[in-house]
């Protein structure tokens, strides 16, 4: 027999339930009361696939909301993400709109931030607003040509290490683990001024988390998922990091040694670092927004810089006459100045950059882009008002590998990104870096980090893909970014 209290608590976990369904089911009309066509969700993950398993990368998910969307014809259309209705835009001129010509009504990311609790997470990428405007005004700075004309020697210094280590191995080597210590290097050399030694300590704190960054537990994921994607001020009055608690330590501690030996020591050095200090002096940057933006400038540019360093690897392994191509013109170029990599050798390497705009188009480090609506939204051609508050994602992987823009995509061709060819296309068909007001302020940085570190390379050895590396490569289906399931092994042979 049941005692009373038995019963009670049977009926009550039957009312959450029958409670929890209904709200399911009335949030599952919110498209078709907002009169956009939308993809038909499933409880309990929405348009998602099962959070639980996650077979599949969240790029190649909204990849496929795109494709089916343009099968059916469709300019944009709603999605849901757990609960939450999200606005999927599939038109190029709706997406130059939303990032370029309305952006007033679409500043904000949809990304989680915890100013309070987690003060790395209120960098530059995830906060909105006026602090947001704030900031990327006294940032913009740090990031002409002539700042990074005066770092490029710093970032040049991590080449010996890179070119030691690939000496060292033997075949065939993990490239992005290599890859990911020289920009881990680079990073912590000209974001910190700090040596990481991540090619002779296996260790090095800088790697370890930063891959932890990268890496989320199942369980962890869906609660961050449905408090700061569904209830974002919720979440953040329960004190939900957008980070685990020991990296933000790792990373305030690091940033506030560094900060106080300068300051103490009279020093000064040509680097990212010194350039936030010289704004904290002046009065517009505190310590912890220091940090916060150090953090987003490691995480940034070691991840997404090797990541495509990797891929343009495997590509040029896979079409050796491509890779003598490149070849050639680093030869070239660099005779031309002496027979060293300079800043303005890189610069100079226009076949160089078609292939990175290559790399990005297939293998986007951001392959989709996410924003807020921030007050109601009249779409300019139809009579359909986007709520404030709605979430907007921008496919750009679906961008990318559509037939329209890029005949056979599938296909590694760097010919697509001569200037002739760029001109004829849609501007907003090369997403890579986003586009607009808040288009990746460190984009020029990243694109010579990765110029030098394939130049490095190009220059000393010749690549071909191993049969370790799984093929057709498979994504990882739980890494924020793209990365190859098993990872790209990679056989090298010194000229």
Same mark, same amino acid.
């Given at each position: 027999?049941?005692?009373?209290?038995?019963? *009670?608590?049977?009926? @009550?976990?039957?009312?959450?339930?029958?409670?929890?369904?209904?709200?399911?089911?009335?949030?599952?009309?919110?498209?078709?009361?907002?009169?956009?066509?939308?993809?038909?969700?499933?409880?309990?993950?929405?348009?998602?696939?099962?959070?639980?398993?996650?077979?599949?990368?969240?790029? !190649?998910?909204?990849?496929?909301?795109?494709?089916?969307?343009?099968?059916?014809?469709?300019?944009?259309?709603?999605?849901?993400?757990?609960?939450?209705?999200?606005?999927?835009?599939?038109?190029?001129?709706?997406?130059?709109?939303?990032?370029?010509?309305?952006?007033?009504?679409?500043?904000?990311?949809?990304?989680?931030?915890?100013?309070?609790?987690?003060?790395?997470?209120?960098?530059?990428?995830?906060?909105?607003?006026?602090?947001?405007?704030?900031?990327?005004?006294?940032?913009?700075?740090?990031?002409?040509?002539?700042?990074?004309?005066? *770092?490029?020697?710093?970032?040049?210094?991590?080449?010996?290490? !890179?070119?030691?280590?690939?000496? +060292?191995?033997?075949?065939?080597?993990?490239?992005?683990?290599?890859?990911?210590?020289?920009?881990? +290097?680079?990073?912590?050399?000209?974001?910190?001024?700090?040596?990481?030694?991540?090619?002779?300590?296996?260790?090095?704190?800088?790697?370890?988390?930063?891959?932890?960054?990268?890496?989320?537990?199942? !369980?962890?994921? !869906?609660?961050?998922?449905?408090?700061? =994607?569904?209830?974002?001020?919720?979440?953040?009055?329960?004190?939900?990091?957008?980070?685990?608690?020991?990296?933000?330590?790792?990373?305030?501690?690091?940033?506030?040694?560094?900060?106080?030996?300068?300051?103490?020591?009279?020093?000064?050095?040509?680097?990212?670092?010194?350039?936030?200090?010289?704004?904290?002096?002046?009065?517009?940057?505190?310590?912890?927004?220091?940090?916060?933006?150090?953090?987003?400038?490691?995480? /940034?540019?070691?991840?997404?810089?090797?990541?495509?360093?990797?891929? &343009? @690897?495997?590509?040029? &392994?896979?079409?050796?006459?491509?890779?003598?191509?490149?070849?050639?013109?680093?030869?070239?170029?660099?005779?031309?100045?002496?027979?060293?990599?300079?800043?303005? /050798?890189?610069?100079?390497?226009?076949?160089?950059?078609?292939?990175?705009?290559?790399?990005?188009?297939?293998?986007? /480090?951001? =392959?989709?882009?996410?924003?807020?609506?921030?007050?109601?939204?009249?779409?300019?051609?139809? +009579?359909?008002?986007?709520?404030?508050?709605?979430?907007?994602?921008?496919?750009?992987?679906?961008?990318?590998?559509?037939?329209?823009?890029?005949?056979?995509?599938?296909?590694?061709?760097?010919?697509?990104?001569?200037?002739?060819?760029?001109? /004829?296309?849609?501007?907003?068909?090369?997403?890579?870096?986003?586009?607009?007001?808040?288009?990746?302020?460190?984009?020029?940085?990243?694109?010579?980090?990765?110029?030098?570190?394939?130049?490095?390379?190009?220059?000393?050895?010749?690549?071909?893909?191993?049969?370790?590396?799984?093929?057709?490569?498979?994504?990882?289906?739980? =890494?924020?970014? @793209? &990365? &190859?399931?098993?990872?790209?092994?990679?056989?090298?042979?010194?000229?």
């Amino acid at each position: 027999m049941y005692s009373i209290s038995e019963k *009670m608590f049977s009926v @009550l976990v039957f009312l959450i339930i029958v409670v929890v369904f209904l709200y399911y089911k009335w949030a599952f009309t919110y498209w078709h009361r907002r009169n956009i066509p939308y993809l038909e969700p499933s409880f309990p993950f929405g348009n998602l696939p099962n959070l639980f398993q996650r077979k599949e990368n969240i790029g !190649l998910t909204v990849e496929k909301f795109y494709n089916e969307m343009k099968r059916r014809k469709w300019k944009h259309g709603g999605v849901y993400f757990l609960v939450s209705p999200v606005y999927c835009v599939i038109d190029l001129e709706y997406v130059k709109n939303i990032m370029n010509r309305d952006f007033e009504y679409f500043t904000n990311r949809s990304i989680y931030y915890n100013e309070k609790d987690d003060p790395l997470s209120a960098h530059l990428f995830a906060i909105g607003g006026q602090k947001w405007r704030n900031l990327r005004t006294k940032l913009t700075a740090t990031f002409t040509s002539g700042k990074m004309k005066a *770092m490029f020697q710093t970032l040049l210094e991590c080449e010996t290490n !890179l070119l030691k280590q690939i000496e +060292d191995c033997n075949n065939p080597i993990n490239i992005k683990e290599i890859l990911s210590c020289f920009t881990t +290097d680079v990073i912590g050399s000209v974001g910190f001024g700090l040596e990481c030694k991540t090619f002779e300590e296996k260790n090095s704190p800088f790697r370890i988390y930063g891959k932890k960054v990268f890496k989320d537990s199942v !369980l962890r994921s !869906l609660k961050r998922a449905f408090l700061t =994607s569904n209830f974002p001020e919720l979440a953040r009055k329960l004190g939900i990091l957008a980070f685990p608690s020991e990296i933000t330590d790792f990373f305030l501690k690091v940033v506030a040694d560094t900060v106080k030996y300068r300051e103490e020591n009279n020093r000064s050095r040509n680097d990212f670092l010194q350039l936030l200090i010289d704004l904290k002096n002046s009065g517009t940057l505190s310590l912890e927004e220091i940090a916060a933006q150090c953090f987003l400038f490691f995480l /940034a540019g070691f991840e997404t810089s090797s990541t495509t360093m990797t891929f &343009a @690897l495997y590509e040029l &392994a896979q079409h050796q006459d491509i890779q003598d191509k490149v070849r050639e013109e680093i030869d070239a170029v660099l005779k031309k100045y002496g027979g060293k990599i300079t800043y303005e /050798a890189i610069h100079d390497m226009k076949y160089m950059n078609q292939v990175i705009d290559e790399t990005l188009r297939k293998y986007p /480090a951001a =392959s989709i882009i996410t924003r807020t609506c921030v007050k109601d939204y009249k779409i300019p051609d139809q +009579d359909i008002v986007i709520e404030k508050g709605t979430s907007v994602i921008i496919p750009v992987l679906g961008i990318h590998h559509d037939e329209k823009f890029y005949p056979n995509p599938e296909k590694f061709d760097p010919e697509r990104f001569t200037e002739e060819n760029k001109a /004829a296309r849609h501007h907003y068909a090369h997403l890579p870096f986003g586009e607009g007001p808040r288009i990746c302020i460190g984009m020029r940085f990243g694109l010579v980090q990765s110029k030098v570190g394939l130049t490095s390379l190009l220059k000393n050895y010749i690549f071909k893909v191993n049969k370790k590396t799984i093929e057709p490569l498979k994504m990882q289906a739980r =890494s924020l970014i @793209l &990365a &190859a399931e098993g990872e790209i092994w990679l056989d090298v042979y010194k000229l």
